[in-house]
């Protein structure tokens, strides 16, 4: 130990710095992990045939799994969903209430992105007064909950909003109704309609695990070279002592 002396200061700081940046490398990987086994819940679900919406209630995980749909959208009350970018572009995502008639109960449905590049004008949309037959799945978002953030003084819709929580929804419309929302899928009624799962991937969570234990890789390296060097520089000093006593 003589010939390793780092200092009172850099030790600190590497206790305190280096079990951190090793901590944040792991949970790095731990969401990598959480990601692609949701992509891969995704996927196998997708691949699956459509469930009648009488199954839904009933599904106790009905995340990302595919339902048919027989019923009316509500025009009236249409959500628009601010900040959603597709290749570059701003713009909106349009929610509404669907009615289906063959269980009687609301769905929030997401008909797909809309551009609005002039915010001065309200993105143009049209809803279908028709019966419709669709498909859509069930969208939950992982690791996080909607909530409604909508002006409370403002009556007048469709409202422009950030995220949703469906049940405060039905219970603002003092309607009953289904807790998730449901993404459409590209048929009637929709708009642009390719959705993401997850906004980050599980390859860049991997790529900043690595830079974590890059830099504790770092940090580790100057330590062990500052305590080194410290040593020698002492050890000399003490040989220059010793010559001049002598």
């Known amino acids: 130990m003589k010939r390793f002396r780092p200092g009172v200061v850099p030790t600190l700081v590497v206790a305190l710095l280096l079990p951190l940046l090793v901590s944040l490398g792991f949970w790095q990987l731990s969401r990598g992990a959480e990601k692609s086994a949701l992509l891969q819940t995704y996927a196998e679900r997708r691949a699956a045939e459509p469930m009648a919406s009488s199954e839904l ?115 603002s419309l003092d309607r009953e109704g289904f807790a998730y929302e449901l993404r459409e899928e590209t048929g009637p009624g929709a708009y642009q309609a390719d959705w993401p799962v997850v906004a980050m991937g599980p390859e860049k969570h991997i790529a900043y695990a690595v830079q974590w234990f890059a830099m504790a890789l770092a940090l580790l390296g100057l330590f062990i070279y500052l305590g080194w060097h410290n040593a020698k520089e002492k050890h000399h000093g003490s040989g220059h002592e010793s010559t001049q006593h002598v």
């Not at 009933?58 to 995340?63: G, I």
């Not at 008909?111 to 028709?130: I, K, M, N, S, Y």
């Not at 939950?140 to 009556?155: C, I, K, M, N, W």
């Open 57 to 171: 209630q009933h599904t106790a995980d009905p995340a990302f799994r595919r339902v048919r749909l027989h019923g009316q959208f509500d025009a009236e009350h249409s959500l628009l969903l601010d900040n959603r970018q597709r290749n570059g572009k701003v713009g909106v995502e349009l929610l509404q209430p669907f009615h289906d008639q063959a269980t009687g109960q609301w769905l929030l449905v997401n008909r797909g992105w809309l551009p609005w590049p002039e915010r001065r004008t309200p993105p143009h949309f049209d809803t279908p007064t028709e019966p419709l037959d669709l498909n859509a799945w069930v969208y939950v978002s992982p690791g996080a909950t909607f909530q409604l953030h909508a002006d409370p003084t403002t009556t007048s819709w469709p409202k422009l909003i950030t995220a949703v929580e469906p049940t405060k929804l039905w219970a």
